[in-house]
Structures are given as structure tokens and as C-alpha cells.
């Protein structure tokens, strides 16, 4: 016989990955077709917006390691969306976004913009307290992790 068990407490975090994974969902959907995932789109974004930008600082920007960086900029350049100007051992990388690159990105920048007005007429409240939190995410709370 199956004992029924009481619903576990609200976490906010199980809450925020929840939303997390439903809107990167959404966000994968809208990007599929350009030949972009939700890494790649960052990835892409970060390129233009640091023309030359190293695989190590584009790795600690999107928090990834530099050799998951790699791949996906190699795919991307397999895609023809960015360029390294000096590709070659033992030479830093000049990364750099091509006009198919500049020409998804501006499509992909659409995109996220209608999902972000969804997202917004549909939770106004969280869209408010979200407010600001890319920029300084959760400032201290943790550095003790």
C-alpha cells in the first residue's frame, strides 16, 4: 500500500530551474532554425560585443570551460557565424562575428525580444524582481559556496 507523503516546502530554487528550463525551451525553439542553441547565442553575443575577445575571457563570461568554449566556436566557425583571424597553434585567437554571423544574431536578438515581452505580460511581478540581476548576480551570496 502507497503512502501518500506531504508536498515538499516551496524551494525557490527548484522554482527558479523550473522556469529556468521551460524558457530555455522556448528560447531553443525560437533559435533552431538560425542554427543557434541558447550557448551558442551567448557565445555569438559576447563575440561581437568584444571583436578579438580570447577563449579564455569568452569561457569565464559564459561561465563555461575554455575547451567547451572551443567546441562551440569551432561550430559556429563550421557554421560560418565567426571567424578567427589567426587560427593557428601557439597564437592567441581573434574571434570575430561574421555578416552570417551579424545576420543571425540580429534575427536571434528579435526573437528573444517577443519571448521577452511574453514573458513580461504573462509574470509582470517576476519580471520586476528579476530586474537588474544579470548584472550582479546574486552579489555575495555565493562566495561562501
Known sequence: MAVMSERPPFSPVISLLT???????????ALK???LTTRKYGLLAH??????ISFSELARRSQI??????TAVR??????MVADGTAHAGS??????????????????????RLDRDFAAALPALTDALQGLHEEPFAGIL???
Open 65 to 70: 570551460t575554455v575547451q567547451t568554449a572551443h
Open 19 to 29: 522556469m529556468s528550463s521551460i524558457w530555455d525551451g522556448q528560447l531553443g525553439a
Open 47 to 52: 563575440i561581437r560585443a568584444t571583436p578579438g
Open 75 to 80: 561550430a559556429l566557425a563550421d557554421d560560418g
Open 33 to 35: 532554425d538560425l542554427g
Open 92 to 113: 592567441a585567437s581573434d574571434l570575430r562575428v561574421t555578416e552570417k554571423g551579424d545576420a543571425a544574431l540580429d534575427e536571434a536578438d528579435a526573437r528573444l525580444a
Open 143 to 145: 562566495q561562501g559556496s
